[in-house]
C-alpha cells in the first residue's frame, strides 16, 4: 500500500476498512499491528456481537487470541456417527470482538454511501453525511445485502448448562425433530460455550427459501423433547439468517462481500483471519486457483439445494467418510483446487446411482475460470 505512486491530492490515511463485522474488525486489527494509519467506516460500530462463530482449529492463524472454546473430537451423523479427527474452535462473538481491538484507528460512525476507486487518484468514500474520506487504498468488508434471489443460512439455538448436555455436535442429521420426510431438512449443532454452557441449535444450512425461526423452534424443541431435555422458557436464544450467495471475489473486498463466504457451508470468519495479513500487505488472495474452488464451491450449493432432504443424510455420510485431508481441502482449501475436486469426486462416486443423476444435473457446467 505505501509504495504506491498518487496524485497530489490530499490522503488521510493507508487503509480505509468499509464495515467492522468480524472480517472489517479483523482486517483494520491487523493493518494497526503491521503499523499502518487506518480509518474504519461503521454505522454502529459498537455493536456488540452476539453470534456465535466457529473454527477449525488448523485454520486459525497464531495471532488469534486463545479467547474460544476447543473441542477436540465432535461428532457428525448423517444416517451414521462419525467422530472428526480435526479440532473444533467456538467463539462468542463478544470475546472475538473484544480480541480484534482496533485502537489507534479512527472509526467513523456513518454509512459509505459510494466508493471511487479511479485509476491515479487516492480511493474515496462519500458518507450519508455528506463527508467524502480519501485513503491510499479501500476495502470493502461490509458483507451481503438479504434478497429472495439468494439462499439463505438460518438458525434458531438456546443455550443450556453444559450438564444438560455435553457431546459436540458439528451436525446431526437425525430425524428426531418432527419434520416430515419431504418437508426441508435441518441439522442439530451443538457446540460448547467455554466450561459451563452449550449452544443447542437447529440449523438449515441452506435455503433459497430457508426455513423460518418459529419453524426451527418447534423443530429443536421437539428434538430435545425427543433426547430427554425440557425447557423452561429462561434460557439465551440465538437467532441466525444471512445469506450465503451474493460476495464477488475482488482485490478490494473483503469478508462476504468478498466471496470468502464458503456457500455451502455459511463459514467465513476463519478465512477472513486467515488472509487479513495477506490483504493488508498488499498481495492477492485470488489466484486462478481460489476463482476455481469458489466456483467448485457454488457447484456444491447448487447440488445441496437439488437433494431431495430425505438424501441428504445419506449425502453427509460420503462427505464423512472422506479422509480428513479431503474433509479439510473443500472445508478451508480457498486456493486448494486440486483437494476440492477430489472430495467432491469421491463424495459423487460414493453416492447412489439416482443421488448422482441428480447432482450432475444441478452442478452442469461448471465454470471454472474467472470471466
Not at 211 to 238: F, H, K, Q, V, Y
Not at 329 to 337: E, P, Q, R, T, V
Request: proline letters at 7%.
Amino acid at each position: 500500500m505505501r509504495n504506491a505512486v498518487w496524485s497530489n491530492l490530499p490522503v488521510t490515511t493507508d487503509l480505509l476498512v468499509c464495515g467492522l463485522g468480524p472480517a472489517g474488525r479483523a482486517l483494520t486489527h491487523r493493518a494497526l499491528a503491521h503499523g499502518y494509519s487506518v480509518t474504519a467506516v461503521d454505522p454502529h460500530p459498537d455493536r456488540r456481537w452476539v453470534a456465535t462463530y466457529g473454527a477449525w482449529a488448523d485454520e486459525l492463524p497464531g495471532w488469534v487470541a486463545p479467547v474460544g472454546t476447543t473441542a477436540v473430537r465432535p461428532v457428525a451423523w448423517g444416517s451414521r456417527r462419525f467422530e472428526i479427527e480435526r479440532a473444533y474452535v467456538v467463539f462468542e462473538g463478544g470475546a472475538l470482538q473484544d480480541s480484534l481491538t482496533v485502537d489507534g484507528a479512527r472509526v467513523v460512525h456513518d454509512h459509505v454511501i459510494d466508493i471511487d476507486r479511479t485509476t491515479k487518484r487516492p480511493a474515496s468514500v462519500r458518507l450519508s453525511t455528506g463527508a467524502t474520506l480519501t485513503a491510499r487504498r479501500v476495502i470493502d468488508a461490509r458483507g451481503v445485502t438479504r434478497s429472495p434471489a439468494r439462499a439463505e443460512q438460518t438458525a434458531y439455538g438456546v443455550v443450556v448448562p453444559r450438564r444438560s448436555w455435553d457431546e459436540t455436535l458439528f451436525m446431526d442429521w437425525r430425524p428426531d425433530n418432527g419434520a416430515s420426510s419431504d418437508e426441508p431438512r435441518s441439522f442439530l449443532y451443538a457446540v460448547p460455550l467455554g466450561a459451563d454452557a452449550m449452544l443447542l441449535e437447529e440449523t438449515c444450512l441452506a435455503g433459497r427459501p430457508a426455513l423460518d425461526g418459529a419453524a426451527l423452534r418447534d423443530r429443536l424443541l421437539t428434538r430435545l423433547r425427543c433426547r430427554g431435555i425440557e425447557l423452561d422458557g429462561s434460557e439465551p436464544i440465538e437467532r441466525v439468517r444471512f445469506p450465503i450467495t451474493g460476495g464477488r471475489p475482488g482485490r478490494d473486498r473483503f469478508g462476504a462481500a468478498g466471496a470468502l463466504l464458503h456457500p455451502a457451508t455459511g463459514y467465513s470468519v476463519a478465512t477472513a483471519l486467515s488472509l487479513s495479513d495477506a490483504v493488508v500487505a498488499g498481495e492477492s488472495i485470488w489466484p486462478v486457483s481460489a476463482h476455481a474452488v469458489h466456483r467448485l464451491r457454488a457447484a456444491g450449493l447448487r447440488a445441496l439445494l437439488a437433494l431431495p432432504p430425505q438424501d441428504l443424510p445419506i449425502f453427509f455420510d460420503a462427505f464423512f467418510d472422506l479422509p480428513i485431508e479431503l474433509q479439510r481441502a473443500y472445508l478451508s482449501g480457498h486456493s486448494d483446487f486440486r483437494g476440492t475436486a477430489a472430495a467432491m469426486n469421491r463424495i459423487f462416486r460414493a453416492l447412489p446411482w439416482r443421488l448422482r443423476r441428480t447432482l450432475a444435473t444441478a452442478v452442469a457446467p461448471i465454470p471454472l475460470l474467472p470471466n
